[in-house]
């Protein structure tokens, strides 16, 4: 079994994230996805959600696409998550390209995808405050 793990906030879930998922799953027979906690997004991201991380996760889980959610507590985890889980493929936004490539060095495959141009929280949450 191919094991494929992603990672993200998930805030104000819509169709951006929705294909991020169903293309992580290409890669593989298992979808992991990592869900910032609240305290990880306020301490590390200065980010408050709107959402809570119970309300994330369980919006995550109940993706069909998904196959497990786990937290985000730290930026570190990433390596010692792909041992835990077994994970062949790291999967995450082009945004970020080049930052995991020290995955590879391990074994787990790293691949950057483009985002959903048209959509993101950020205009989400930049339209909600122009009404």
Request: aromatic share 14%; glycine share 4%; with cysteine.
């Amino acid at each position: 079994m191919k094991r494929v793990i992603t990672y993200g906030t998930f805030d104000l879930l819509h169709y951006g994230h929705i294909n991020l998922l169903k293309r992580a799953r290409e890669y593989g027979d298992y979808l992991i996805v990592a869900v910032s906690t609240d305290e990880f997004n306020w301490s590390e991201k200065q980010k408050k959600c709107y959402f809570s991380y119970e309300q994330r996760k369980a919006l995550v889980e109940a993706i069909r696409y998904v196959d497990l959610v786990i937290p985000e507590e730290n930026w570190d985890q990433k390596l010692s998550d792909a041992k835990e889980y077994h994970v062949d493929t790291f999967v995450i936004g082009d945004d970020w390209k080049g930052k995991f490539d020290f995955l590879e060095k391990e074994g787990v495959q790293v691949v950057y995808l483009p985002r959903t141009p048209e959509i993101s929280t950020t205009k989400i949450k930049e339209e909600l405050k122009k009404k």
